[in-house]
């Protein structure tokens, strides 16, 4: 679909119409560039890339020779990052997947203390099997990467009455730097994942970090699945030493012969952070603020720079 009369290309993967009052002076297509590209490529200065960003988005990059933005719908952009053409502004999508991230973030802590996946397995074989286990009370929980879906899930861990502690690349008020998880690993019984995969995230929970969390603890990964070495948590998990649910794994999707699938205290939940129903209303409220901000020439927000 296209606008007459207007000037600056922007490719969506949705109709311009979701966006409520798009901005006028620009001109909109509809494109996936999985499925095909248009000729108008070379005339794209602001592309918002597929929501599942597949390998053709790469490619089709450097066609793009009037290119200015890039707007992620996603808050991760490793996928994307190494393929913006020196000189284009990119920018993650911030504040889309806080709310539903976060959400499930605490759906996974609470479905692993409370025992749910055993009374799914039980339900199915239609047996009742009453026990014991853990509340989320009183816990310590540690979240280990302060963004904005960190502050989220620390707004819905508050109401159940547990000790949050905050961790972050560097220190700042009320944040403790990621430098002292030695000290603070052995005193959580949570443990939740919600940093970006960067050169210095990627394997970050490895056999040492996996070792000195409290016996018995829960890890929860709603980051990316190479910031965990899953070897070492397949053996710490086999071992007994901890519980893990996780929202990603390394590789996407996890092979049916994966052994991660056999470890025993497992949960997996396949990528589904951010597909929710509060997904796309923050997605179009913030394409369409950005979009405003480009078409009167002011600073776009989120914008991805330096190692984040």
């Not at 963004?147 to 508050?158: F, P, S, Y």
């Not at 893990?244 to 590789?251: C, G, L, M, N």
Request: charged content about 20%; proline content about 9%.
């Amino acid at each position: 679909m296209t606008t007459p009369g207007t000037d600056r290309l922007v490719w969506l993967p949705f109709e311009p119409s979701e966006l409520g009052d798009p901005p006028g002076g620009l001109r909109y297509e509809v494109v996936d560039p999985t499925r095909h590209v248009p000729d108008s490529v070379a005339e794209v200065r602001f592309y918002v890339p597929p929501y599942q960003v597949g390998p053709r988005v790469s490619e089709v990059l450097p066609r793009m020779t009037s290119l200015e933005v890039v707007q992620t719908l996603t808050a991760g952009v490793d996928n994307v990052r190494g393929h913006v053409p020196d000189g284009v502004l990119l920018c993650n999508g911030r504040g889309i997947h806080d709310a539903s991230t976060a959400e499930l973030a605490v759906t996974l802590v609470l479905a692993s203390l409370r025992g749910v996946p055993g009374f799914v397995r039980d339900q199915d074989q239609h047996r009742w099997r009453p026990g014991w286990h853990p509340a989320l009370a009183d816990k310590r929980v540690l979240i280990l990467g302060y963004g904005a879906v960190g502050e989220a899930v620390e707004r819905r861990l508050t109401p159940f009455e547990v000790d949050v502690v905050r961790v972050a690349r560097s220190a700042r008020e009320g944040v403790h730097p990621i430098s002292e998880l030695p000290r603070l690993l052995p005193e959580a019984d949570v443990v939740v994942l919600v940093v970006p995969l960067t050169e210095a995230t990627r394997g970050l929970v490895d056999a040492d970090f996996l070792a000195a969390m409290k016996p018995d603890a829960l890890l929860v990964n709603v980051a990316r699945g190479a910031v965990v070495d899953t070897d070492a948590v397949v053996a710490a998990l086999h071992a007994g030493r901890l519980h893990y649910a996780t929202d990603v794994a390394d590789p996407e999707p996890l092979p049916a012969d994966h052994p991660l699938w056999h470890a025993p205290n497992l949960l997996v939940s396949p990528h589904v952070g951010g597909a929710s129903s509060a997904m796309w209303p923050r997605a179009y409220r913030l394409v369409r603020d950005q979009l405003h901000r480009y078409a009167a020439g002011e600073e776009l927000v989120n914008i991805m720079s330096g190692d984040y």
